[in-house]
């Protein structure tokens, strides 16, 4: 596989770009408060071979958190900033990449520029040896970036977002970074990372398809991403977001290595384009942010309650909280995002209603069946 050359970023006891290999990585999903189950997840990780591993960090706890956590892994840990970027600092003699989202930096202090607020991510990063990520996702796009786009168009607000942090990074003298397009979709993904790769042929870029869902359609939806990149020799580092039950979070990194080896090998399963034919579920992997542990299980069991829908061309997402839940699920038929004690139901952009845990299964049935009908009368002759 011949990879673009892109520079060099050391991240602890790895690089990525400038030939090194595809580095491969994954996320906790457990609380990372709930120490045990987290040190599990990292010992899954670490057994499976992830070379990064990612925690979510949203409060001074989960700093606390993580401080306990280090001592007892010599994995290079990415810490996962969304809406309380101020955590850096704290949390960043801890790790060895700082990733932050440029759609959830203007959450706090809105009266502050961006700009103030990456250097001082920048300054942090620097005083504590970490290198940086800029992740953006179709979820949680920049609205600045999404105003000036057609609705239809979600990719160039992605890449314009992403490029103008690069320039600002530049602008600060770091070039310590890697950038991510991320989408549900993997075409939108290879797109957008085809597009970006042009603008910025020098950045290393972290690959993914984001709440791909479960096995094996996650996989599928992942693996024709990867090929597609890969094979332009786009690529410095993946991440394949599976929605799984805790013990089996290691296949995240099992599965990465496989397409990689695949790709090496020049064994592509993966039709040129991505084409959704039947009944098609978005679900996140869940993370530390998650409201509810019940949202895997309910993802699993969205998954087999639908079955009977299965020729239905049709897009349902199951989202495990706020952060990506309300931007994701604007894109689907149907939409669920989790809260704590209930889960928030949409059609399209149009909430249905909160139900409990629960009511949440029956009363995505009767919208889907309402839905089923709907389409097929659209269809009918007239
Ligand atoms: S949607 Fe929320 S719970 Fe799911 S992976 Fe994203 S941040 Fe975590």
Known sequence: MQQRKTREVSIGSISLGAGHGIAVQSMTATRTQDLEATLRQVRLLE????????????????????????????????????????????????????????GHLYHLERSKPVAEKVRYLVDVAREHDCAIRIGVNCGSVDPEKLSKYDKDDSITPMVESAAEHCQMLD????????????????????????????ARPDVPLHLGVTEAGMPPDGIIKTRIAFEQLISRGIGDTIRVSLTLPFERKGEEVTVGRQILADIASGRFRSVPKFEQKGLNIISCPSCSRVENEAFIDLALSVREMTE????????????????NGPGETDDADLGMWCAPSFVNLKKG???????TYDEIL??????????IEEKSAAHQPA
């Open 349 to 355: 952009t149009t909430t249905i209603g909160q139900f």
């Open 171 to 198: 602008e600060m003298g770091f070039h310590r970074y890697v950038v991510s397009l991320k989408d549900s979709d993997p075409n939108k993904v290879i797109e957008a990372n085809v597009r970006f790769s042009e």
């Open 308 to 323: 009977y829908a299965k020729e239905h061309r049709i897009t349902i997402a199951v989202m495990g909280c706020r952060v």
């Open 47 to 102: 057994a499976a071979g992830a070379d990064l591993i990612r925690i979510a960090i949203d409060t001074v706890k989960d700093v606390d958190a993580l401080a306990w956590l280090r001592p007892q892994t010599t994995a290079n840990i990415v810490v996962d900033l969304q809406e309380n970027y101020r955590l850096a600092e704290k949390v960043a003699p801890f790790v060895q990449k700082l990733r932050y989202n440029p």
């Open 362 to 371: 029956g009363r995505l049935r009767l919208e889907l069946d309402k839905l």
